[in-house]
Structure formats: C-alpha cells, structure tokens
C-alpha cells in the first residue's frame, strides 16, 4: 500500500476511529493519501481466450463514488475517516485492479476502458456496492468489498453471466494505515476472483456467437 504524504501534522493515530467525522462535514484536515496497488499474478486456472473485452466505468451509489474511506461503526451509521482520502474514487480503483489484471495476465488478446473508443466482443459492467470498513460489533473493522459484474455479448447486448463478488478482510489495528492494507487484500482477492470467472464465462460463451 502506498501512502502519499501531503501533509506531515496528523499521526496515524487521529484517524482511528475516535477520529471519523460525519459524511458532509467542511472540516478540512491535513490528508494522508492511500493508493492501493494491485498486482494479481494468472492463476493456472485462469482459461486463453481469443475475444476482446471493453470495460464500462463501473457505477456506484454516491457515497461509494468517492476518494474518502468510509467506516461503519455500527449498523445504519456510515462516516468517513478524517484526514485520508484514496487516490482515485473506489469505481475508478475497481476498474484499474481489474484492467490491469487482464492486461498482465496473457490470457486475451486485448482489453481497454469504454472512454478508449474501442469495440470489443463482450463487455464487463460493474456495480460497486461496497467499499467500506464495517465494525459489524466486532472491535476491529474489516474491508468490505462487493462488485457485482455482468459480462454483456456486445453483438446482441445478451447478458452472458452475472455474479455478485464479496470480500472481508479483517484490518490488524483500527489505524487508518493497517485498514488501508486490509482493503489492498480484499481488493486483490475481489478482483482475482472476478477475473477468473470472467475470463470462464467468455471462454463458455464463445461458441455460441459463431
């Protein structure tokens, strides 16, 4: 996990918990900037295909759609942490992870984002539902993460599968900088398995086209 220093007057230790601030608030903070780095090697199992992909921008619920990292203290109560933000709102860290992945796996012959202008065979929609540390009453917070992704036939706009992908990863302190990490792991483990099964629903689906 790499954090971006732009201010050196907070310690990790105000943005615990104690240290959220309500979603809204104009209070301005010195920032800590977390930018996760995903890099998830091909798995054996992963299958070769020979289609193209084009990703859509993923869409998310406001709250969601943004750099600040959200904390659920308790059930129905969503904050923020103060004084941290990531580096790029959470669609846009969903659809790097997992065009990125795509890319370096070797396993498709070409993948790149709706805004390229590029058509593809299929394309992948993604919902981010989560992206949050819940305390769910426990006394450590987990990072929650949920993506649902619908793989479409670009040919006929044919949804070809949909699943619904969740990790939780428990974070080994409440300060902002182990809950960060425990967000790089649930976001791997995420986009593993999406890339996985996205890549087996295409490779399925593509005699089907001819």
Not at 51 to 63: E, Q, Y
Request: hydrophobic share 45%; net charge neutral.
């Amino acid at each position: 996990m790499k954090a971006l220093r732009i201010s050196l007057c907070a310690s990790l230790a105000a943005f615990a918990l104690a240290g959220c601030s309500i979603l809204g608030s104009e209070q301005r903070d010195p920032v800590t900037i977390y930018a996760p780095d995903i890099r998830v090697p091909a798995r054996a199992e992963w299958p070769t295909v020979g289609w193209s992909l084009v990703i859509a921008k993923p869409t998310a619920a406001r709250v969601v759609d943004s750099p600040r990292i959200s904390v659920r203290p308790t059930p129905g109560e969503l904050q923020v942490y103060r004084g941290v933000s990531w580096a790029q709102p959470a669609t846009e860290l969903v659809q790097d992870a997992v065009q990125r992945t795509l890319e370096d796996s070797g396993r498709i012959p070409a993948v790149a984002s709706a805004d390229a202008g590029i058509l593809g065979d299929y394309k992948l929609v993604m919902d981010v539902r989560r992206f949050e540390a819940d305390y769910a009453g426990a006394a450590l917070p987990s990072a929650v993460v949920e993506i649902n992704a619908k793989l479409v036939s670009s040919r006929d706009q044919r949804v070809v599968a949909s699943r619904t992908f969740l990790q939780q990863q428990p974070a080994t302190s409440v300060e902002v900088a182990q809950v960060a990490q425990a967000f790089e792991a649930a976001l791997t483990a995420a986009t593993a398995d999406l890339v996985g099964w996205l890549l087996v629903a295409g490779r399925d689906d593509a005699p089907l086209r001819r």
